[in-house]
C-alpha cells in the first residue's frame, strides 16, 4: 500500500530557497508517477511539478519552471522538491501525489495523497 510522508516545509523569506521531501513508507512506488501539487489559500489544488520513478522523466508547472527542481533518490524511495527563488505566490500547503505509471498533469489522476507540508514565503 502506498503511503505518502512529507516534510520539510517551513517558514522562508522571498528570494529564498526550501526542500520538500516526499517518503512512500509503503515501498511500492517503484513503478509509480510522483507529483507535488499545492493549494494556496482559498484556491484549488495546483499540479506544481511531477516525476516518473522508472527512467527520470520530469514536468513542471510554467509557474515554477526554472525555480523548481524534482528529483527522486530510489534507495531511499523518496522524492524531493528543491524550490528556489520563493515568492509569497507559493505560499500553500504542498502535497506528494502517486499515481500508477506515467505523469498526469490533472491532479485528479493521482489516487494517492500525503498529508501535506504548509510552505510560507515571507515578503
Known amino acids: 500500500q502506498v503511503q505518502l510522508v512529507e516534510s520539510g516545509g517551513g517558514l522562508v523569506q522571498a528570494g529564498g530557497s526550501l526542500r520538500l521531501s516526499c517518503a512512500d513508507s509503503?515501498?511500492?512506488?517503484?513503478?509509480?508517477?510522483m507529483a507535488w501539487v499545492r493549494q494556496a489559500p482559498g484556491k484549488e489544488r495546483d499540479f506544481v511539478a511531477a516525476?516518473?520513478?522508472?527512467?527520470?522523466?520530469?514536468r513542471y508547472a510554467d509557474s515554477v519552471e526554472g525555480r523548481f527542481t524534482i528529483s527522486s533518490d530510489n534507495a531511499k524511495n523518496t522524492v524531493y522538491l528543491q524550490m528556489n527563488s520563493l515568492t509569497p505566490e507559493d505560499t500553500a500547503v504542498y502535497y506528494c501525489?502517486?499515481?500508477?505509471?506515467?505523469?498526469?498533469?490533472?491532479?485528479?489522476?493521482?489516487?494517492?495523497w500525503g498529508q501535506g507540508t504548509q510552505v510560507t514565503v515571507s515578503s
Open positions: 501525489a502517486a499515481r500508477p505509471l506515467y505523469i498526469a498533469l490533472q491532479r485528479e489522476s493521482y489516487n494517492y
Open positions: 516525476i516518473r520513478w522508472r527512467g527520470g522523466s520530469t
Open positions: 509503503g515501498r511500492t512506488v517503484s513503478n509509480y508517477a
